[in-house]
Nanobody
């Protein structure tokens, strides 16, 4: 019943930046923990970042990516800097009412947005 829609993906050069957005439905957006995942070709889906009572990042993106959210607008963002070719993936946003689940098995998912980083 929670609708998540990602946007902002595209093609960028290595070292460049890109900002993804995830728009969510519902007036209770602030009650949900949110997260970003990604899935590269021939790879399993992996956790990227999460925002709830606190924020945390996968080691692979720490220091380069920044997660933020605007609860009033029901939008979550992922600012990606110093992009690398290995960041190429479909990026998904996710949500769960329980903080303990959002980074491992979230309930709600968006359809994803493609990010391609060229070398």
């Amino acid at each position: 019943q929670v609708r998540l829609v990602e946007s902002g993906g595209g093609l960028v050069q290595a070292g460049g930046s890109l900002k993804l957005s995830c728009a969510a439905s519902g007036r209770t957006f602030s009650d949900y923990a949110m997260a970003w995942f990604r899935q590269a070709p021939a790879k399993e889906r992996e956790f990227v970042a999460a925002s709830g009572w606190s924020v945390f990042y996968a080691d692979s993106v720490k220091g380069r990516f920044t997660i933020s959210r605007d609860n009033a607008k029901n939008i979550m963002y992922l600012e990606m800097d110093s992009l690398k070719p290995e960041d190429t993936a479909i990026y998904y946003c996710a949500a769960d009412p329980l903080w303990r689940r959002v980074a491992s098995n979230p309930t709600y998912w968006g359809q994803g947005t493609q990010v391609t980083v060229s070398s």
